[in-house]
C-alpha cells in the first residue's frame, strides 16, 4: 500500500461515520478561505458583520441546523450537527463561535428547554438565522456558578406575565454572544420566582431588540475589544422590570399553570436545575470538538514547515531539516499522537450524545445522563487545553513566521483562548466529574455543592470509593489482565496496549480512593468543610484528569483494534504506542511514587518515547495530511509550501 | 512592622540601586496609562504612528538613552538603561520593542560595531529620536542560524563603495523592526567580500529611506498584521546592488583599508563573528528583563482579582474567595515566587553586563565575556517562558474577564509571545549555554556549530566533563556542604536553601556529565554528528536549563542572605524556599530517578510545596504590590477593584 492510500484511509477512519457531512462543511469552507485574511483588515465592527453574512449563508445550506427536527427545516440528526460544528472549526473561528450561539446555544434553549409552542414560533426561524438569538446565562459576577444567578423573574398574575429583572451591580449579563450587535432575542436564565417564592434558575424567552434598538427596559452594553473572535458581538445585558408573557417561560421541566401556580416533573430543585442544565451537554461536545480540530490545523502547518524548514548544519554542506532535530520530533510528534486519541474519544463522546438525544427520553437512565455529561465536561477541558498547548508550541516551532499573521496561528492562538473557559471553566469541569466519580453519580449528586460533595463523601466513603479501590482490590484486577501476576507493571511489554491501560487505570483508581481517604480524614478530624475541600482540590482535579485520561486512551485502544491488518493500522498502532507511554511519561514521578514504576523502567519509557518519536519522523507529515484539513484553510502558504 | 512597611521594603529590594530611575520611567508612564486602551480602536497605521510619537517624547526625556555616551546625549551608565527598558515594559509593549529596536539594536550596533566616525556622525541624532533605524540581521530563509545569512556586501574598488544585495529568494531581510514606515537607515549584516574572498558576517550601515521613500535599489514591503506588537512596522527589505560608500562598514573589529584589502584584529573569522554578536548581548538581557515585568503585571492582575472574587459556597452564606481554593493557590502562587526568583538572577546578569560593558575592553578576559553571554541567553529563555506560561495561567485564572482586551492580559499575552523568539529563539539559545558548559568555554568555542561540538566534547570528554561530573565527586563536594554525609538528600531539613541548592547543582552536573558520556559514545561507536546529537539534543537542552535554573536559586538565596533580619526578609525567604521546593518538585521524577529523592521525600516535597501555598496566601498581594506596576498600567480596574 503506498503512502497516499495510507493517509486515505487514516483519514477515512478519522472523518468516521460522518464523511460526507464534514466533506460538505469543507466544501463550504474552501472557497471562502479567503476570509482569514480579509477580516483582519476590516474593523471590528464590519468584521462583524461579515460574520454574520457568512452564518446567514451557511444556514442556508443546512448544515448549521441538522441537530433541529426536520419539519423546522432541519436534518434530524445531532451526531452529524456535532460533526459538522467540529468541521467548521477548520474555518474563521468567529464564525464558528457565532454559529455555536445561534444554533447550539440559542436554538439549543429553544429545543430542549421549550415546548411545542416555542418551536413552532421560533425554531423554523432560528433554524434559517431569520431569527438571531442570545444564550443569556453567565452574569458578570456569576460565571461558573450558574446556580447563584441574581437576574429574577417574577410572576405578575394580574398581568399574567413575567418580570425580568437584573438584580444587584452584579448580575448583569455578560460576554453574551450575538447581544452587542445582532441578537433580536435571549433565552434569559434567571431565578423564577412565583407567588413570593423562588424556584432557582430557569429560561425565559426576551425579545431584546426592537427594529435593531433595545426594547423598552433593555440595557446594552459592548463588551469591547477581545483577545480573540472579534468577529463575535459579545455584549453585557440589564434588565428593568421587562415584560415578557407567561407563555415565553421555557416550559418543558417546569412551568407556571393557568391559576398562577409552580410546577414541576422534577420535584428536587436541584435535580431539576441539572436537568436543565443537562440538556445544555451538547454545547460542551461542540467545543471540545471544535479545540481537536483547531489543534490539527496547528500541527498541520507546522509539521510540514518542518518537513521543509532547514537551519544550521552538519559542518558540510546543506543545513539540517527542522524535523531531523530530536527535541523538534519530541515537541510535535507527541502532540499530534494526542489530537489523534482526543478524536477518537470526541468520537465516542459524540456517539454517546447522540444516541441518548435521540432516544425517548424516557428510556434513558439517569446514571448513563450523567455519564454523558461527566465525560463531555473532562473531554472538553482536556481537549481544549491540548488545542492552547498544540498552538503554542506549534507557533514557537515556526519562528518568527509564526507570529505573523499571515500564518494563522494568531487567530488560531487568540480566538482559541477562550475556549478554555466558555461552557465551562476547564477547572469547574474536572471538579464536575471528579464529584460524579466520587459519589458514583449517586441520586442525591444534584443536591451537592463541592462542600456538600466532601461530607457526603466523608460520610459514604468506607462503604463504597473506598472498598472499591482498596489497593488490594486494583492489583487483583490489573493481575487479571496481563500476564506477569504480582508485577505486571515491571514484565509487561513496554509497548503493550494492555500495559498502557493497566496503569492508567490503576492511577485513576488509586488516585480516586486517595481522593476519598483525604476528604474522610479531613472531615472525621472536625476539618471544615471548605478547608479540607481546598487542601484536596488539586488531588481531586488530578483524579478527574486521570479517569479521562484513560477514557482517551481506551478509545484510541479501541479504535486501532477495529481496524483492518495493514499499514495504516500499524502506523496508528504506534502512533497510540506512543500516546500512551508520553502519558505514563508525563506522570512518571506519579508513578514511580505509587510503586508502579521502577527507575529503571521509568528511563526506559522515556527512551521508548523518544525512539517512538524517530521512527514516527518519516510518517508525521502523513499523519498531519489526514487530518484533512484543506491547504486553502491552513493559510500558511509560505510555510507549508 | 506593619504591612505597608513590608511591602516597601520588598518593593525597595525589587527596585535596586536603580529605583530613582525606575520611578522616573513609572513616572513617564502613568500619564500615558490611556495609550493601553487607546491604541486598540486605532488602525495599524495610526497606532505605529503614535507609538512613533510615543518614542520620540520619550527621548526627550533622556530615559532612552542611558546606555549612550553622555558626549553623545546619553547617560553613560548601560545598568541604569537595563532597568529602564525593564521598566518600560510596564507600559505599551509596543513602544516598549520599537524603544528597543531604536536604541538598543540599531543604535547598540552603531555604538558596539562602530567606531568614532560612525559615533560622532550618528549617535546624537539616534539618541534623540531623530535618526530611526533598523537592525536587519534576521532573513526569511535564516533566523537563528546567523552564519548563513545570504545578504552580500561586496567591496568595489573601482568607487571604494560597497555593493549590498540580496542574494537568492529566501535572504531577504525578514521581521525587520521600523523597516515598513519609519526607518531611515538600517545596520544591515551581511557576507562581507573582499577583493573575491569572503570574510563572513559584517555590519553595514545603509540609507533605506530617502525623504519617506525607498532609497534607489531597496525595495520595503510590510510585515503585515502581527500576533501582537502591531504598533511596530515590521517589514522586509530587498536590496538590489546598493551603494554605500566604504566608510559605511561598522569596523570596530574587521575594516577595509585604504588600499582596498581586508583587515581585523580577530584573525579567527567564526571567533570574529561570535564576538561580533557578543556585543549585542544587551538585546538579550533586555528581552528577558521585560519578560519578567510583563509576568508581573499579569500576576498582580491575577493575584489581586482572586483576592476580591468570590465563586461557588460554603453551602451556608458567602461565597468564596478565589484566592482560598487550594488549587487557586497552587495556580498562582508559585509562579509569584518564580518572578521573583528571576527578577534577582536579572539583577546579577545586569550588573555583570554593567561592569564588563563599562570596563576597558582590555581589561576583561574572555573567560568572562563568554559566560556573560551564556547567562544572558539562558536567563532570556527562562524569564521569557516564564512570562507566556504566567500571562497564560492568569488569563485563564481571571476567566472570561481575562479575555477582554480592557483587562489587559489580550495584549500582554500577544505582545510578549515572540519574546520567545527574537533576540535568539529560546531553544537555540539552550543549547549555545550547553555548548559553553560542556566545552567549559574553551577558546575553540567560537569554532564550533553544534554538530563541532558533538566532535568536540567526544574528543575532550574523558579528560575534563566526564572528570568533573563523575558521580563520586559531585557527591563528595555536596557531601562537604550539608550535615548527613553520604544520605544529606534525605537528612537535610526539607526547607533548608543549602539542601535545594545542594540538588539543583547536583542535577545541574549529574546531567552535564551525562550528556558529555553520551556524544562520546555515540562518536565512538562511530555515528553520524548530526544524529547523536538529534539523539541526545533533549538532554542537552535539559542541562542548560538545569545549569540556569541553578543560578536563578543562587541568586534568590544570595539576595534573601543579603537582608536585614525582619519580618520582609522571612517573607522573602519563605518566598525562595517555595520556588526551590517548586522547581525541585517540578522535575521530581528526574531526582527519583538519579537516586537523589526517596518516594516518601518527593511526595513530603510536594505536600511542603502545597503548605507553603496555603501559608502565602494571606501575603499573596502584598508581594504583587511589591512589585510595583502603578494602578493604572494593570488596566484591570473591574478585577482588582
Redesign the interface.
Known amino acids: 500500500m503506498d503512502t497516499a492510500a495510507v493517509v486515505a484511509e487514516i483519514a477515512a477512519v478519522l472523518d468516521g461515520r460522518h464523511a460526507d457531512i464534514r466533506g460538505r462543511v469543507r466544501d463550504e469552507l474552501v472557497p471562502r478561505a479567503g476570509m482569514l485574511a480579509e477580516v ?2 476590516l474593523s471590528r465592527a464590519d468584521y462583524r458583520e461579515r460574520v454574520r453574512e457568512v452564518l446567514v449563508e451557511t444556514a442556508g445550506t443546512g448544515l448549521t441546523g441538522l441537530g433541529f427536527p426536520t419539519e423546522y427545516g432541519g436534518g434530524g440528526d445531532i451526531g452529524a450537527s456535532i460533526a459538522a460544528f467540529e468541521t467548521l472549526a477548520m474555518g474563521d473561528l468567529s464564525v464558528l463561535v457565532k454559529t455555536g450561539v445561534q444554533f447550539g446555544l440559542f436554538g439549543g434553549a429553544i429545543l430542549h428547554l421549550g415546548t411545542k409552542r416555542h418551536h413552532d414560533a421560533y425554531l423554523s426561524d432560528v433554524v434559517a438565522g431569520r431569527l438571531l438569538g442570545c444564550f443569556a446565562m ?1 452574569e ?1 459576577g ?4 450558574v446556580a ?1 444567578l441574581g437576574t429574577t423573574a417574577t410572576y405578575d398574575p394580574e398581568t399574567d406575565e413575567l418580570v425580568v429583572t437584573t438584580s444587584g451591580p452584579d448580575a448583569y449579563k ?2 453574551i454572544g450575538n447581544a452587542a450587535a445582532h441578537g433580536q432575542m435571549a433565552a434569559v436564565f434567571a431565578n423564577l420566582v412565583v407567588g413570593g417564592e423562588s424556584h432557582g434558575v430557569h429560561a425565559v424567552l426576551v425579545p431584546i431588540r426592537v427594529d435593531g434598538s433595545p426594547a423598552p427596559g433593555v440595557r446594552i452594553a459592548d ?6 473572535l472579534n468577529g463575535v458581538d459579545n455584549g453585557r445585558l440589564w434588565f428593568d422590570e421587562v415584560r415578557v408573557p407567561r407563555a415565553n417561560l421555557l416550559n418543558r421541566f417546569a412551568d407556571i399553570t393557568d391559576d398562577g401556580r409552580y410546577e414541576s416533573s422534577i420535584e428536587n430543585p436541584n435535580r431539576r436545575f441539572f436537568t436543565m442544565l443537562g440538556t445544555l451537554v451538547q454545547g460542551r461536545v461542540s467545543v471540545g470538538g471544535a479545540g481537536i480540530t483547531a489543534s490539527k490545523a496547528a500541527l498541520a502547518i507546522a509539521t510540514r514547515y518542518a518537513a521543509r524548514r532547514r ?5 558540510e554542506g546543506e ?2 531539516l527542522l524535523l ?4 523538534h520530533q ?1 515537541r510535535l510528534i507527541p502532540l499530534i499522537a494526542r489530537s489523534y486519541a482526543l478524536s477518537f474519544a470526541q468520537d465516542e463522546l459524540r456517539e454517546q450524545l447522540h444516541e441518548i438525544f435521540s432516544a425517548d427520553p424516557e428510556t434513558v437512565e439517569e446514571h448513563r445522563r450523567r455519564e454523558l455529561e461527566s465525560r463531555a465536561a473532562g473531554t472538553k477541558a482536556l481537549a481544549t487545553w491540548h488545542a ?1 498547548r498544540a498552538i ?1 508550541e506549534c ?2 516551532a515556526c ?8 500564518n494563522r ?2 487567530a488560531l ?2 480566538d482559541t ?2 475556549f ?3 461552557e465551562g ?3 469547574v469541569l474536572l471538579q464536575l466529574v471528579a464529584k460524579g466519580l466520587l459519589t458514583d453519580y449517586a441520586g442525591s449528586f444534584e443536591d451537592l ?4 460533595m466532601v461530607r457526603f463523601v466523608a460520610g459514604m466513603a468506607v462503604d463504597t470509593v473506598l472498598e472499591r479501590t482498596s489497593a488490594h482490590k486494583l492489583l487483583e484486577r490489573v493481575r487479571d489482565l496481563l500476564p506477569g501476576g504480582d508485577s505486571w507493571d515491571q514484565e509487561a511489554e513496554i509497548r503493550d496496549p494492555e500495559y498502557h491501560l493497566a496503569m492508567l487505570r490503576f492511577r485513576e483508581e488509586h488516585m480516586l480512593g486517595g481522593v476519598a481517604r483525604r476528604l474522610k480524614r479531613g472531615v472525621d478530624n472536625g476539618g471544615d ?2 478547608e479540607v ?6 488531588h481531586v ?1 488530578a483524579s478527574a484528569r486521570a479517569h479521562v485520561e484513560r477514557l482517551v486512551l481506551e478509545a484510541f485502544v479501541a479504535r486501532v483494534e477495529k481496524m483492518a491488518e495493514g499499514p495504516a493500522r500499524e502506523l496508528l498502532a504506534q502512533v497510540c504506542t506512543l500516546h500512551a507511554l508520553a502519558e505514563i511519561e508525563r506522570d ?2 506519579w508513578f ?2 505509587h ?1 508502579r514504576l521502577t ?1 529503571q523502567r ?2 526506559a519509557i522515556s527512551r521508548e518515547v ?1 525512539a517512538l518519536c ?1 521512527e514516527l519522523r518519516t510518517s508525521a507529515v502523513d499523519l498531519v495530511n489526514a487530518f484533512g484539513v484543506p491547504d486553502e484553510l491552513l493559510r500558511a502558504e509560505d510555510l507549508i509550501g
Chains 1, 2 share one sequence.
Open positions: 483582519e483588515e453567565t458578570h456569576h460565571g461558573s456558578n447563584e455578560d460576554y463588551d469591547g475589544p477581545k483577545m480573540g537551519q544550521f548544519g552538519t559542518g543545513e539540517m531531523d532535530y530530536g527535541q519530541r492552547t503554542q507557533r514557537e519562528g518568527g513566521a509564526g507570529y505573523l499573521a499571515e496561528f494568531a492562538k487568540a483562548d477562550v478554555m473557559t466558555f471553566d476547564n477547572t455543592d463541592q462542600l456538600g468543610a471548605a475541600f481546598s487542601a484536596v482540590q488539586d482535579i512518571r514521578a514511580m511514587e510503586g527507575i521509568s528511563k523518544g524517530r
